[in-house]
């Protein structure tokens, strides 16, 4: 039978034209029926030419190009992407990733077998990038962490490689645009699928993309910090949650903390102290382990998390929503 779904790709960019273009690139050759595909680009501001060479890009899909006269944030520009959107499926996909040929093909096998699922595809470091003790980590976290085909929890849905019914995003009311910095926006609106419509999400290595933007150590764990922002305000909003995201003992302390809570955030005080930071941090730049670099990351991350939401999380410190 042939393909008869209409799919609208989601792409928030700002900023990296030449990585954009690579995406927009590995889109214009999936087997997907190029009829049924657009693309909704929104520039969130950027500097460069970004909106110039969009607006004169050639693509066999519908390229549906938006530009933000100011920069609200990644959340801001999907939901304005999803009100111009004509797709009964919507695939988010980031400006840094390069799509298998056969990326809305599985995604779309995936719909047609699961109506009201969510699904989180595959999205692995490319490989020109090389091997370091960050790619190993970031290649292991999350649905990888998983067999494909297995269901996945709502922490683990990500807008690199991520696809839901458009109607379910309208019904739990888009993104919350409360979200300015970096991260955890598309985790909140997962948590929402779930707890609202009861979506249940899923992973499939088959459905695949590439991450082409190199990342040092140093920039993942000061983004790791920045994101604790975004993190507390989730928490704030989901406050059960934590201990799904194994950050409750990396929270300020409470009077309201149990005992044991209690104890393990003064342990977590003790061991994520400067000097065995610094140590594991230089091990992690020099040694490539599997199994101790995966180690190192998790407890650099912890870290770096603890860092921010000490800062960001305690009584009275985020009242404010995430700033821009």
Not at 82 to 97: K, S
Not at 139 to 154: F, I, N, T, Y
Not at 308 to 313: E, K, N, Q, S
Request: glycine residues 6%; charged residues 25%.
């Amino acid at each position: 039978m042939a393909p008869t779904r209409t799919v609208t790709v989601v792409i928030p960019t700002y900023g990296r034209k030449e990585l954009l273009e690579q995406t927009l690139g590995s889109l214009a050759s999936q087997t997907y029926p190029v009829a049924l595909t657009e693309v909704v680009v929104v520039d969130d501001c950027s500097e460069d030419d970004t909106h110039t060479f969009l607006q004169n890009l050639e693509t066999p899909f519908r390229l549906v190009p938006v530009r933000h006269e100011v920069n609200k944030g990644r959340a801001a520009a999907r939901n304005t992407a999803l009100r111009a959107a004509g797709g009964d499926l919507v695939l988010f996909v980031d400006d840094d990733m390069r799509c298998d040929p056969n990326l809305l093909t599985e995604h779309v096998r995936f719909h047609d077998a699961h109506p009201g699922a969510g699904l989180i595809g595959s999205a692995v470091q490319a490989p020109e990038l090389g091997r370091s003790t960050i790619f190993t980590y970031l290649d292991a976290m999350g649905v990888h962490q998983l067999e494909s085909g297995s269901r996945a929890p709502a922490r683990y849905f990500v807008t690199n490689n991520g696809s839901i019914a458009r109607q379910a995003l309208l019904d739990v009311g888009l993104f919350d645009e409360n979200f300015r910095k970096y991260g955890f926006e598309d985790t909140e609106i997962a948590i929402r699928l779930e707890e609202e419509l009861g979506t249940k999400f899923w992973y499939c290595a088959d459905a695949l993309a590439w991450h082409i933007h190199y990342q040092t150590l140093e920039a993942v764990l000061d983004k790791r910090q920045d994101t604790a922002r975004p993190l507390a305000y989730l928490l704030r909003l989901h406050p059960d949650r934590a201990v799904d995201f194994s950050v409750d003992a990396l929270l300020p302390p409470s009077p309201d903390d149990p005992p044991s809570l209690r104890l393990r955030k003064i342990a977590a005080r003790l061991a994520t102290n400067r000097g065995s930071y610094s140590a594991v941090k230089w091990l992690a730049g020099r040694v490539h382990l599997r199994g101790a670099s995966l180690w190192a990351m998790r407890y650099l991350i912890a870290c770096q998390y603890r860092v921010g939401l000490v800062r960001f999380a305690a009584p009275g410190a985020t009242d404010e929503p995430p700033a821009a």
